[in-house]
């Protein structure tokens, strides 16, 4: 398919009224120039008023063809002109009408788009599923007393419906098993491809001898139920992989240029070359490392090293990737780049980690590997052990097929498929987002949790302390300084004087100094309010602290903590009730570290800990057997998040973090680990339950087949009756709590 | 027994018909957005049909 090419079918048909070309559907702004695909995000609608409004909306945007809502995925695809600024101008739109919305990059989206794998199964159950019903017609006569001449007709008719059926139907089964013979192992498909290719095999040899028994319809059952499992296990692998896909596709990494004389322009990461000269605005991350060049401002370093402290920078100082520009617009001349930048030695260290930790064998893998051991062994001896006691060759290969069709995993292949999919539905309505089915049994295995603190126990936001020891009315005057500032410090004090309901002091002549702070006259007096150093005071603190300093006074400390999230103490102590040792692990000074784990009640913690540190205290970890959950959001527990046995990432963390991890809490809240961690141990226990009932069946019915007295009829009932149960069973992890 | 000649027939072009259904179904991406479609149902805009695929119709312009 073409890259930017949109068939004119895909007009929202609702916009005008009646299906028609997208180009009049839009009389706003016939676009002239050509049209491209953007895709958007949209995490927040949920339902039909969503829709048409998120349709309407962009409709009426000038330069739009079409757009179409997939709520399923929670998008829209927007065509319009191909023109710089169009993807920014749809999301402004889209922001002022309520609706939150991210750009995604359409590229890395492509290939998760169309799912030709889900729609080549869906198109073999529906042939499996007809032939299934045609033959189970003719069966249901045959076994209702249909004989001689009546009954050959019928089964002749099933050969050739079910023939034809089968040859589609089960040809996943048949290629899986010719690959896994040919690479010399034994694997689920073997067995069922056995068991197909036999059962059609002696039915077509008895119809053609009139016999009294043809097994169409259980071969025809057989692919059914299992294409069933099969497209159900596709089902949470696309799901997963688009949502890995979108994760990617989130971050749009794109820089400002300026260039020698002056103007500036917006270019994609990539074409970014050293000594180029980068802006980075207020609020926005410095897209590379590098030294600033012009300006002065604070800097938030906490997405990398979990420090909270901001840090002053001035023309010269060294920046980094990934750091958050806090007070004032800097100029930053680009330098390391490529394999230079912290990211990418962040990025190693993820694909070290990912190297070390070895592959999972699920549980449906190391089940299947002994069953199809068993199945095969059962047959076999069941035909050597009917052919050489009663000399009847044809008797036993119909007792083997009977054999393999009865012990065949139809259950099996259902049990984990249909647990997974129940659970990452009810886990996604949760706010939790998996990437792949593993991660969920890995999860339900864990001994040990490790958080991270800055971001993932804590807000990440400052919060003033110390609002209610300051003396009267100087709330008021640091409010009134604060209030026209973005800063975080500025805006933890508008929120304690609001709180506290302290109204603050208007001032007019507020001058922001960026990096030191803010100068303003109130009650005739000058007034500072900003760093240390800049306003004069002479103690050191190892809390977070501004200063405010009225007249000639000595300055009054204001005092900053990064509060816990509410839900932190509750998310801890869960853990630690269920029996899981919680270690804190951060890049943070030692005081504030033993600060939180002394209120959350945790009892190990480890402070100022690099990258590697992280690493290596997990590694360690999982040297020792234990199988840590990590949840960690900044670029600095990447690397640990790869190392961990499974691991976490709020939404809020960086991509490298959300890349690296196994579940996203979308909802951003850190409690869902408790909840997803004990919806995994539930999903656990029900694949189990449904392992251990596939076995009941099998030995209730294998001495029966054994005995030789499974007709097709006994065979119908009996695996339908198992997938039935086992289905119904994993069904009961989705329902609406 | 001579009416199973015409019921027979008449079973598998049903069948064949429900299939042929399905597959064009399929083909027209009714299945790739299963929440969307159950919520359009009750908007009040007239709407009979899913996103085309872009490959279907490449005579169309861009």
């Known amino acids: 398919m073409t890259d930017a090419a949109w068939p004119s079918g895909m007009a929202c048909p609702a916009c005008a009224g009646a299906p028609e070309p997208p180009e009049t559907t839009n009389p706003a702004g016939a676009p002239a120039s050509p049209l491209r695909r953007y895709e958007i995000s949209l995490p927040s609608i949920h339902c039909a008023a969503c829709i048409t409004g998120v349709e309407r909306g962009l409709a009426a945007e000038p330069g739009v063809a079409a757009a179409r809502v997939n709520l399923t995925l929670k998008r829209v695809a927007v065509t319009a002109e191909d023109a710089p600024g169009t993807e920014s101008r749809l999301i402004e739109a889209l922001a002022a009408r309520g609706f939150e919305a991210r750009p995604l990059d359409a590229a890395a989206l492509e290939a998760t788009r169309t799912d030709a794998v889900g729609r080549d199964l869906l198109a073999r159950i529906g042939v499996a599923a007809f032939g299934l019903m045609t033959v189970m017609l003719l069966s249901v006569s045959v076994w209702s007393g249909a004989v001689d001449s009546t009954r050959d007709f019928f089964h002749w008719i099933s050969a050739l419906v079910a023939m034809p059926a089968i040859a589609f139907a089960a ?22 491809s056995t068991a197909i290719l036999l059962a059609v095999g002696v039915s077509l040899w008895e119809t053609a001898n009139s016999g009294d028994h043809a097994f169409f319809d259980a071969a025809l059952m057989l692919s059914f139920f299992l294409l069933i499992g099969r497209y159900l296990a596709h089902l949470t692998r696309a799901s997963a992989r688009s949502a890995a896909a979108e994760i990617a596709a989130l971050e749009v990494h794109m820089a400002e240029r300026v260039a020698p004389d002056g103007s500036r322009e917006t270019v994609p990461m990539d074409a970014v070359r050293e000594g180029d000269i980068l802006a980075v605005p207020v609020g926005a991350r410095v897209p590379a490392d590098g030294a600033v060049t012009r300006g002065r401002s604070e800097i938030d370093a906490s997405m990398l090293t979990g420090e909270t402290m901001p840090e002053a920078v001035a023309p010269g ?3 980094r990737a990934g750091m958050m520009n806090l007070s004032g617009p800097l100029l930053v001349r680009a330098e390391a780049l ?8 962040i990025a190693r260290l993820v694909e070290a980690a990912e190297q070390s930790r070895g592959r999972y064998a699920s549980l449906a893998d190391r089940a299947s590997r002994w069953y199809s051991h068993v199945v095969n062994i059962l047959a076999i001896t069941a035909f050597f052990g009917w052919g050489l006691l009663s000399g009847d060759w044809r008797l036993a290969t119909n007792i083997a097929a009977a054999v393999l069709i009865i012990t065949c995993p139809c259950a099996l292949g259902l049990a984990v498929p249909a647990v997974l999919t129940a659970a990452s539905g009810r886990l996604f309505r949760q706010g939790v987002l998996l990437k792949d089915g593993d991660s969920f049994e890995r999860l339900a295995e864990i001994d040990s949790v490790v958080f991270d603190k800055t971001g993932t126990l804590t807000t990440g936001r400052p919060v003033l302390t110390n609002a209610d020891a300051l003396p009267a009315g100087t709330l008021a005057l640091a409010a009134g300084l604060a209030e026209g500032s973005a800063h975080p410090l500025s805006r933890a004090i508008v929120d304690a004087a609001r709180r506290t309901d302290v109204r603050p002091t208007p001032l007019t002549d507020i001058v922001e100094h960026p990096g030191l702070g803010a100068e303003a006259t109130g009650d005739g007096e000058s007034l500072r309010l900003g760093r240390a150093e800049w306003v ?21 400390a204001l005092r900053f903590t990064d509060e816990p999230r509410p839900e932190a103490a509750e998310t801890v102590a869960r853990f630690r009730a269920a029996g899981l040792p919680v270690t804190l692990l951060s890049g943070d000074g030692d005081a504030p570290v033993r600060a939180l784990a002394e209120r959350l009640g945790i009892e190990t ?19 020792a057997g234990r199988k840590p959950l990590m949840v960690g959001d900044g670029l600095n527990d990447a690397a640990a998040l790869a190392a961990a046995h499974v691991s976490m990432s709020p939404a809020s963390a960086v991509d490298a973090s959300r890349s690296a991890a196994d579940l996203i809490l979308i909802g951003d809240r850190i409690d869902r680990a ?4 004990t919806l995994s141990r539930t999903a656990r226990g029900r694949i189990v339950e449904n392992f251990s009932m596939a076995f009941a069946y099998n030995v209730v019915t294998v001495p029966i087949a054994y005995a030789g007295f499974v007709t097709p009829l006994v065979a119908a009932i009996a695996m339908s009756f198992s997938s039935i149960i086992v289905s119904l069973n994993a069904m009961r992890l989705g329902r609406r709590t | 027994m001579n009416v199973l000649t015409i019921l027979i027939p008449v079973t598998l072009i049903l069948g064949g018909i429900g299939l042929l259904a399905f597959f064009w179904s399929l083909r027209h991406n009714q299945f790739d957005d299963p929440k969307g479609q159950a919520n359009r149902i009750l908007s009040d805009r007239y709407d009979d049909h899913p996103a085309e695929d872009v490959d279907e119709d490449p005579k169309e312009p861009r």
């Open chain 1, 605 to 623: 913690w480890i402070a100022r800990a690099t990258p590697a540190d992280k690493v290596a205290h997990l590694q360690t970890l999982r040297d």
């Open chain 1, 171 to 192: 040809q996943p089964f048949f290629s899986n098993a010719w690959a896994a013979l040919r690479a010399g192992r034994l694997d689920m498909d073997v067995p069922i």
């Open chain 1, 338 to 345: 490529g394999d230079e930048t912290l990211l990418k030695q």
């Open chain 1, 674 to 677: 408790v909840d997803a961690w």
């Open chain 1, 317 to 319: 100082s060294a920046v």
């Open chain 1, 536 to 556: 004069g005071a002479s103690r050191q603190s190892d809390v977070t602290t501004s200063w405010l300093r009225i007249g000639g006074a000595e300055p009054i």
